[in-house]
């Protein structure tokens, strides 16, 4: 900052009653933010997949897959959570899979890590997202505070598809991103 | 100099009569955005969130000197080179020599409305780059060659016919295609202007002094593409708009979504904290310039200050009765509806922006939308002082107000004036200001008529 | 000169009533210049509570057309004379939810934090929430059964004075029904100054407000200006709607219990 300004600001700010820090806002207290995570979400347009097992979730997975033509996965995803499908680049993928680091109850919200690389959460049509039930907190605070410590390059908070209501007030999906996100939870996964 | 002052009036006056298509686009779209923030202010204790944020906002500006050098260490630690513009050219001159010095031919940007008020794009086009807007109401107006008509929904004027045509001509989208269709072509047409992109020019929602974190909000991933796609991303941004701690925006982004749109977070919201570093995606290099553009001399002004503790919602002109018949373009500048005309006279100044000012009722429903608490109706009626102080009125205005406290003085001339006016007033209203222009659209009751 | 009065039975017996209480009646300007008769009809709604109601000659008005256009000491001037000229009254009760926001809410801070006129400034009340919640008036039951009424509030009444609810009580104790509005929190463009300054965006915005009028027999309003722009506005385009304020609708329901006696 240069020295003139900071100088200004200062002394303008200065003269401005300070009423501190605010505490917290209240917040409603949810007793099951698993459930909450997918009523939400599928408000926001989400679709949302509780499989009983790992087994149920494998079979799900190749079900599901066998309606695309090709995928790009984050390298976070594990083997058992890769369907048969033939890769390709972000860029011409049908379908884009990833692992949350965390998800939001209170407003259906995957948090997604650059780390595992961008393009696959966004580029695709079809985005599906894996998280682990350990890993959804109930609000968005919370999340962040557990965040802040491993800050990466860019986090991607994803709420649902892709949407736009500036063509003459009539809401359109996967305008940029994708029009479409699946969220599936899973059991917790060994660490890679 | 003499500054000749916005004329909203005529403007307004202009597109009543002219467009009246485009004043059922806007009250379509604003009340329905109203409809939707009464909601998502419903399911939470909406009156603590927004004690929280008027406090956590006005805290930041009676403290901004500190947080802006947090913010700006925290930044550079995280590899953002930060940069300081002192006026709109300073903010385009930096961005200019970015671009020569990086040698980008290709610029796409997020909707940003501190571009539009430092007149970012034209800036970059006369120097030869093409610019893009990927926000999909932006890039219709960027294609129809017009001005953003509201802080979030630039194209809320626009009536779906336009946008077909519009596309059908420069998309090559068939006549009357169905809203999809238009999306589709956009998003295609649009994918293709984010892979050959230089570098993402985006505002910022806030940005948290801790951690040195850019927040962006957005519904429809273009901010998430571009900021991914580009080998450069810069953001230009407001010296207010910090929050200390990252975990504020855990609070701040929900209310502003709702205050925007009625949804619990946008749909989108990307955390930036760096360039891409050692990661596989993403810009290889990152930069914030802070613009001031005439923000501390309205910090310095300790009355109007609070009028920088804005989030940029748009809930304002959503809920203003006057905003919703005209919508942003009589306004003239970037800023429209009741913060846009607080906004006008502290940064454009007084002379330039007083009459928006007048553009009011006084009613007081962006005072009851605010999710920060700013005090808009006062701040209009402090204007209107400012104004009548520098001797800036409507024409006649300051005689009328003296001959009519005049009389107010004088009870008994008053009551009988009241007689006289009351019972006369249609018979002679037609040929004396303001009574003629009352008469404009309108009756006068009939005073003995029995009601 | 002005004195509004009326020759009210004696119907005292039917509500709380304080016979020792003085009402001080501010007629404001607008309803003085055009709507004498709904300061008669208030007149005889707040006779009827049985306190004694006074008009002092001196009263003119509130300063709120100097406040609201940047002449804050004019305002102040005007407003603080008309509470010296009213504080003989126990209450100071105006027809005009507007002129009462200025008097009640927008004056004390351009007192001095001691000014003895701040409370006088408590006193003031909007003319139907004070016949509704202080005295607790209520009109004779079926006096307007099948009436189909909506309700306009000015803007001023509605955030200031928290008034919604009060006019609708009182309509409804009559029997009336009163309708839904899509737009009934919506400002009517009145907004003083503003109706001639901006006389097309101030028409338009009366228009978006009566387009959206549901089937009525009725409209009223506890406030002249709102009262003034949207019947001038009506009046204007041939809609054939009555509009009145509501003192007026509610004193004809008043009457019916008068015709009784």
């Given at each position: ?48 997949h509780r ?14 897959a ?14 058992s ?13 049908e ?9 939001v ?12 690389g ?29 965040l ?5 390059a ?16 009539i ?16 059991a917790?996964l060994?660490?890679? | ?20 298509d ?12 109203e409809d ?12 603590a969130w ?32 930060v940069?300081w ?28 409305m ?8 034209p ?12 926000d999909?109401?932006?890039y ?19 009536p779906?016919s ?15 295609a ?9 998003r ?17 929602n ?11 909000v ?17 953001a230009?941004?407001?010296i ?7 975990t ?78 005209t ?12 913060i846009?005309?607080?906004?006008a006279?502290?940064l ?19 005072d ?13 009626r ?7 102080q ?35 007033a249609?018979?002679f ?12 659209g ?5 005073r003995?008529?029995?009601? | ?10 119907i005292r ?23 004498p008769?709904?300061?008669r ?33 004019v ?33 004390p ?9 701040r ?43 928290a ?21 009934a929190?919506?400002?009517c ?34 406030d ?23 003192a ?14």
């Amino acid at each position: 900052m240069t020295g003139d300004l900071r100088e200004r600001i200062r002394r303008a700010a200065v003269e401005l009653e300070d009423p501190g820090l605010p505490p917290p806002a209240p917040r409603p207290v949810y007793t099951d933010p698993l459930t909450r995570l997918g009523e939400r979400l599928v408000t926001n347009g989400g679709e949302w997949h509780r499989p009983p097992d790992q087994a149920a979730a494998r079979a799900w997975l190749d079900e599901f897959a066998a309606g695309f033509a090709s995928m790009t996965v984050s390298k976070n995803v594990p083997a058992s959570l890769r369907p048969a499908l033939a890769t390709a680049p972000p860029e011409q993928a049908e379908l884009g899979i990833g692992l949350a680091r965390l998800a939001v109850a209170e407003s259906g919200t995957l948090i997604l890590d650059s780390r595992e690389g961008r393009k696959s959460q966004l580029l695709p049509p079809t985005h599906l997202i894996w998280i682990e039930a350990a890993n959804i907190v109930a609000d968005l605070p919370a999340a962040l505070e557990r965040l802040a410590p491993d800050l990466p390059a860019a986090l991607g908070f994803h709420s649902g598809p892709s949407r736009s209501a500036d063509l003459g007030g009539i809401t359109v999906l996967g305008v940029h991103g994708p029009g479409r996100v699946i969220v599936v939870l899973i059991a917790p996964l060994e660490p890679l | 100099m003499n500054i000749e002052p916005i004329d909203y009036r005529t403007a307004a006056a202009r597109l009543l009569a002219e467009r009246p298509d485009i004043r059922e686009a806007i009250t379509r779209a604003t009340l329905a955005k109203e409809d939707r923030r009464r909601e998502g202010y419903a399911d939470i204790d909406s009156e603590a969130w927004r004690d929280w944020a008027s406090r956590l906002r006005r805290h930041v500006l009676a403290n901004l000197d500190y947080y802006l050098e947090q913010a700006g260490r925290a930044l550079e630690a995280n590899g953002i080179r930060v940069h300081w513009a002192e006026d709109a050219q300073a903010t385009c001159a930096t961005v200019l020599s970015l671009c020569h010095e990086r040698g980008v031919r290709r610029v796409v940007k997020g909707k940003s409305m501190l571009s539009e008020e430092i007149e970012l794009n034209p800036a970059l086009e006369a120097a030869g780059i093409e610019v893009t807007e990927t926000d999909l109401g932006e890039y219709l107006i960027q294609l129809a060659g017009e001005r953003p008509s509201h802080i979030i929904g630039p194209a809320y004027h626009k009536p779906l016919s336009e946008s077909q045509a519009l596309f059908a001509e420069r998309l090559g989208t068939p006549a009357g295609a169905e809203p999809s269709a238009l999306a589709a072509a956009a998003r295609k047409h649009l994918r293709q202007r984010f892979l050959a992109a230089d570098m993402m020019i985006t505002g910022a929602n806030a940005i948290a002094a801790d951690t040195g974190t850019i927040a962006l909000v957005e519904n429809e991933g273009n901010i998430r593409i571009g900021t991914t796609t580009a080998r450069i991303h810069v953001a230009c941004v407001g010296i207010e708009k910090l929050v200390p701690r990252l975990t504020d925006l855990g609070t701040l982004l929900p209310l502003l979504s709702r205050a925007a749109t009625g949804q619990r977070l946008g749909n989108y919201v990307s955390l930036i904290s760096g360039p891409r570093g050692a990661e596989p995606e993403g810009p290889d290099e990152v930069h914030v310039i802070f613009v001031d553009n005439g923000r501390s001399r309205l910090l310095a002004d300790p009355p109007a200050a609070s009028t920088l503790a804005c989030i940029r919602c748009g809930a304002c002109l959503n809920a203003c009765p006057v905003f919703r018949q005209t919508g942003g373009h009589p306004y003239q500048w970037a800023y429209s509806g009741p913060i846009g005309a607080v906004l006008a006279p502290g940064l454009l100044g007084l002379e330039r922006g007083w009459t928006l000012a007048q553009a009011s009722t006084l009613c007081g429903a962006c005072d009851a939308a605010c999710p920060v608490r700013i005090p808009l109706s006062g701040l209009l009626r402090l204007w209107r002082e400012r104004a009548a102080q520098a001797g800036l009125e409507a024409p006649g205005e300051a005689p009328a107000i003296r001959a009519y406290a005049r009389l107010a003085r004088r009870p008994h001339r008053f009551h009988m004036a009241t007689r006289l006016l009351g019972r006369f007033a249609p018979w002679f209203g037609p040929l004396v200001p303001p009574l003629s222009r009352w008469l404009r659209g309108r009756t006068l009751p009939l005073r003995n008529r029995n009601r | 000169m002005h004195s509004y009065s009326t020759r009210a039975p004696d119907i005292r017996h039917r509500y709380a009533y304080n016979p020792s209480m003085r009402i001080c009646l501010v007629p404001g300007c607008l309803a003085e210049t055009f709507y004498p008769q709904a300061i008669r009809d208030s007149r005889i709604l707040l006779e009827a509570s049985g306190a004694e109601v006074f008009v002092p000659p001196q009263v003119t008005c509130c300063g709120q057309p100097a406040w609201s256009n940047g002449h804050p000491a004019v305002g102040r001037e005007l407003a603080t004379a008309l509470l010296d000229a009213s504080a003989a009254g126990d209450y100071i009760v105006l027809p005009s939810g507007s002129c009462a926001a200025m008097l009640r809410v927008f004056t004390p801070p351009l007192l001095e934090t001691d000014s003895p006129r701040r409370q006088i400034s408590a006193k003031v009340h909007e003319l139907i929430e004070f016949l509704d919640t202080i005295v607790h008036y209520r009109p004779p039951t079926n006096s307007l059964a099948g009436r189909r009424i909506v309700v306009h509030h000015g803007c001023h009444a509605r955030r200031e004075l928290a008034a919604v609810g009060t006019v609708e009580h009182l309509l409804e104790a009559a029997g009336a029904t009163v309708l839904d509005w899509k737009l009934a929190a919506e400002c009517c463009g009145f907004g003083g100054s503003f109706a001639v300054n901006l006389p097309e965006v101030s028409v338009a915005m009366a228009d978006r407000k009566l387009d959206a009028l549901p089937q009525c027999d009725c409209v009223v309003t506890p406030d002249p200006g709102c009262l003034m722009q949207l019947a001038g506005r009506a009046e204007r385009r041939g809609l054939g709607l009555t509009i009145r304020h509501a003192a007026s609708l509610l004193r004809e329901a008043e009457q019916m219990r008068q015709n009784e006696h």
